[in-house]
Every structure is written in structure tokens, then in C-alpha cells.
């Protein structure tokens, strides 16, 4: 059984900065990937970032030269650093990985999702 909780979302001024945090707890085995995704009321959710255990990154392009994400895989912790926020940018933020759980094999696995709310 693996948990992802989210922390960091709330409200924010445009061209403000927050800093989400995504940890998974349990039996982890590997991490193949972990990633950022958000959904805006009316809209699909789309992926935001990710990054896989290789090192390699991608982001939106919406995002791109403002978010940042990295991991501590010893916390197995992942991390979206945003910065220049626009109220485009508002939306649920929900965090993902890709990982097995034991021996069993590999899946994803969803956290909870933070909102996060940018307006003057």
C-alpha cells in the first residue's frame, strides 16, 4: 500500500512563488517516475512536470523557465518549485508516481491534491 501527500498549495498574489511537496510512504521498491499534474475546473487535467529516475525532466509549455521540479528520492519526496504565477496557474495540483510496491510490479499511484488559487 502506498500513500502520496501533498503539502504546499494555497493563494498567492500573481507573480508570486509557492513550493508544493509530494511524499510517498510504504513498501517502495523503485521509482520509474514522478510527476505533477493539475486540473482547472472545466478543464482536462494535464501534466505539468515530471521527472523520471534517470534525471531527465518535462514540462508544459505553459510552464516552462517558471516551474521547476526535482526530487529527493532518499525521502522519496518530489518537489514543484513555482515561481511567476499566473491565474492561468490555478487549479488542483495533483501528485504521481510511478513506482512498484514490493515485488508485485509496477503501477501508478495518485496523492490527494493541493489547491492552489493565484488572484490580486
Known amino acids: 500500500q502506498v500513500q502520496l501527500v501533498e503539502s504546499g498549495g494555497g493563494s498567492v498574489q500573481p507573480g508570486g512563488s509557492l513550493r508544493l511537496s509530494c511524499t510517498a510512504s510504504g513498501s517502495i521498491f523503485s521509482i520509474y517516475a514522478m510527476a505533477w499534474y493539475r486540473r482547472a475546473p472545466g478543464k482536462q487535467r494535464e501534466l505539468v512536470a515530471g521527472?523520471?529516475?534517470?534525471?531527465?525532466?518535462n514540462y508544459a509549455d505553459s510552464v516552462k523557465g517558471r516551474f521547476t521540479i526535482s526530487t529527493d528520492y532518499a525521502k522519496t519526496t518530489v518537489y514543484l518549485q513555482m515561481n511567476s504565477l499566473k491565474p492561468e496557474d490555478t487549479a488542483v495540483y495533483y501528485c504521481?508516481?510511478?513506482?512498484?510496491?514490493?515485488?508485485?510490479?509496477?503501477?501508478?499511484?495518485w496523492g490527494q491534491g493541493t489547491q492552489v488559487t493565484v488572484s490580486s
Open positions: 521527472i523520471m529516475s534517470g534525471g531527465r525532466k
Open positions: 504521481n508516481a510511478d513506482l512498484q510496491i514490493g515485488t508485485t510490479g509496477r503501477s501508478n499511484y
